[in-house]
């Protein structure tokens, strides 16, 4: 018969390696966690290296992304932001996008980068906020990017994009900034752009857009800005652009717009800013706006009705 001694001895026995193998394992975890942030961090300093925008210099004096110009981090070293605008950057687009799961604003705006954008931005789950204006980027825009679809501002103006616009970018339902001004893109607006609810300003301007305004536009409800000048867009005037209430700028000078002018454009109680010159436009157009600061219809065969005492600028 086992005596009460023996049984509280194997009992604190137990205690003892209980309290060991747990201290044992906690200390394995952070050993774990240290040695892969270690290893993320790692992977994000050489995929930064690997650009050429830092000098030698700045890379070699540490190994942490973190204290490089530009880069902004987490509090555990993750890399979550990259502003390098007007930075005289040169060379290849080539950052390796995937190598950083945790970033959210990239802002490259006003360099000299060329070629075309890497597939892999796709891999940027967390990304809201993109801009790579002002640049000398060709090649079409990946299909990869429809993957980003916490992306609230989207502005690739003033570059050399040329294709068509992905119709799977109705899947960006975050967006409320899209600018692709002042391209090359071709082809027709995509119908999934209606898909953007949250849309408040489109820019498309200055490209080589062809067909029709698509009707699914009606179904960016809170959209403030459109501006479709500088195009090659055809067919009758969208008559639902009335359905947009918050629309405060229309731009769609210098397309090939035809037909009668709509009735109830004027109706959209914020705007401001109505610009519908070199198109093909017959007819009447009545404005019945307050708060109306520009008007233009030159260069159509149209005439403009005021059914209210406004000021503001008017050329018909």
């Not at 394995?28 to 790692?42: M, R, Y």
């Not at 700028?249 to 009668?260: H, V």
């Not at 708060?291 to 260069?299: A, F, G």
Request: charged share 10%; with cysteine.
């Amino acid at each position: 018969m086992v005596s009460p001694v023996s049984i509280s001895m194997i009992a604190v026995a137990w205690v003892i390696c209980i309290m060991f193998y747990g201290t044992y394992l906690d200390t394995a975890v952070i050993v774990f966690v240290a040695a892969s942030n270690s290893s993320a961090s790692d992977q994000e300093m050489k995929a930064l290296q690997e650009t050429g925008w830092w000098s030698t210099t700045d890379t070699s004096n540490t190994s942490s992304p973190c204290e490089l110009q530009g880069i902004s981090c987490t509090n555990s070293g993750s890399v979550t932001q990259i502003n390098l605008a007007n930075s005289y950057l040169k060379g290849t687009l080539k950052l390796k996008f995937s190598s950083f799961p945790y970033l959210y604003f990239v802002d490259l705006h006003g360099n000299g980068l060329q070629g075309s954008i890497p597939s892999g931005i796709g891999t940027l789950s967390n990304l809201a906020f993109l801009d790579l204006s002002f640049n000398h980027l060709r090649g079409e825009i990946p299909l990869s990017m429809a993957s980003l679809t916490k992306l609230n501002r989207l502005t690739i103006s003033s570059s050399k994009i040329h294709g068509s616009i992905p119709s799977e970018i109705g899947n960006m339902k975050n967006l409320n900034n899209l600018d692709l001004s002042w391209n090359k893109i071709s082809g027709s607006i995509p119908k999934g752009i209606g898909n953007l609810k949250n849309l408040m300003r489109l820019d498309l301007s200055s490209n080589n857009l062809i067909g029709s305004i698509p009707t699914t536009l009606a179904g960016c409800s809170n959209l403030q800005e459109l501006l479709l000048s500088h195009n090659n867009l055809t067919a009758q005037f969208l008559h639902r652009l009335a359905d947009l209430h918050s629309l405060s700028t229309i731009d769609l000078s210098r397309n090939f717009f035809s037909g009668e002018m709509p009735v109830l454009i004027g109706n959209t109680g914020y705007l401001s800013i109505l610009n519908l010159s070199y198109n093909k436009f017959i007819g009447n157009i009545s404005i019945s706006l307050n708060n109306i600061k520009v008007v233009d219809l030159s260069y159509n065969s149209t005439s403009l009705t005021r059914t209210t005492v406004v000021t503001g600028t008017y050329l018909a």
